[in-house]
């Protein structure tokens, strides 16, 4: 379980979730096929009852789904956001397939706290761009020694080719303009979501600590799935490259 304290009897924490979807939603509007897809190769590579690393988990979005569609998996959650923690801690009560932990990914440490030394699949989406690549390329090489021979890594991500400008340009244009435009319909941005936590009775305390830790949102990068591809091989993995993508996210998929 996590240290964040909070018990939050009471609070409807599928009401957060959802809040939580559709705020990432507004950012990621296809971001329900890329959790379809990640669960495909799941599927295909690992089949239906892993055991799942939900690296950077947050209120445990790819846990919900991989435990809806495989009841026979389990999951650890890992996360250092201590209000998304508490959502996922809330929403996870009880179930005995999901161990929730906190820690810095940045932390050289941070796999000793997890329950498991070894997964079938680690998975991640929309969080690793808050790293750095010299400090990604540390984790990516922990990761392979988490995942097991056979097992895979899965990371959901904006992955920026530098390499094509205009073409860059112009869907950032356009994804832009429809946000504005879903926007004027009541969406939540990120800064304003956080707003709605910060005056949660039960959310206020750990959503203070969390700007302690972050401020509004650490600064990372976002390389090519060519440049994850490349150093995910170099770090011990025998395949890897996109399974999906869309004109601005990929999902990469590396196979140890
Ligand atoms: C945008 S959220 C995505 C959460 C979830 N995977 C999803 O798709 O909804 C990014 C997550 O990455 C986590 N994160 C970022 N840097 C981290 C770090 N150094 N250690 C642990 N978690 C980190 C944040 O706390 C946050 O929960």
Redesign the pocket.
């Known amino acids: 379980m996590t240290d964040t304290g909070i018990t939050g009897t009471g609070t409807d924490w599928q009401a957060w979730q959802d809040s939580?979807d559709r705020q990432?939603e507004w950012y990621m509007p296809d971001r329900e096929d890329r959790f379809r897809i990640m669960l495909d190769m799941v599927e295909a590579l690992v089949g239906r009852a892993p055991r799942v690393l939900d690296l950077?988990?947050?209120?445990g979005?790819?846990t919900a789904r991989l435990l809806a569609r495989f009841p026979e998996a389990t999951s650890t959650g890992?996360?250092?956001?201590p209000a998304?923690l508490a959502i996922a801690e809330g929403t996870f009560a009880g179930d005995d397939r999901v161990t929730l932990v906190r820690?810095?990914?940045?932390d050289p440490d941070w796999p000793a706290k997890l329950p498991h030394d070894s997964y079938d699949a680690v998975l991640?989406?929309?969080?690793l761009h808050?790293?750095h690549s010299e400090p990604l390329a540390a984790l990516y090489g922990q990761v392979a020694e988490l995942v097991r021979d056979g097992g895979v890594f899965m990371n959901a991500d904006h992955m920026i080719d530098d390499s094509t400008p205009r073409i860059n340009a112009a869907e950032r244009a356009q994804r832009h303009a429809r946000m504005d435009a879903a926007k004027e319909g009541g969406a939540l941005d990120w800064a304003e979501w956080w707003q709605v936590a910060a005056k949660d009775p039960v959310l206020a305390e750990p959503t203070a600590r969390r700007f302690e830790i972050?401020g509004e949102h650490?600064e990372g990068d976002a390389p090519s799935a060519a440049w994850h591809a490349s150093v995910l091989r170099e770090k011990g993995f025998g395949e890897a490259r996109p399974v999906w993508c869309s004109p601005s996210d990929t999902l990469l998929l590396a196979l140890k």
């Open positions: 939580w990432q950077a988990c947050g209120t979005t790819i890992v996360d250092l956001d998304l820690a810095d990914l940045k991640t989406a929309t969080a808050w790293l972050y650490a």
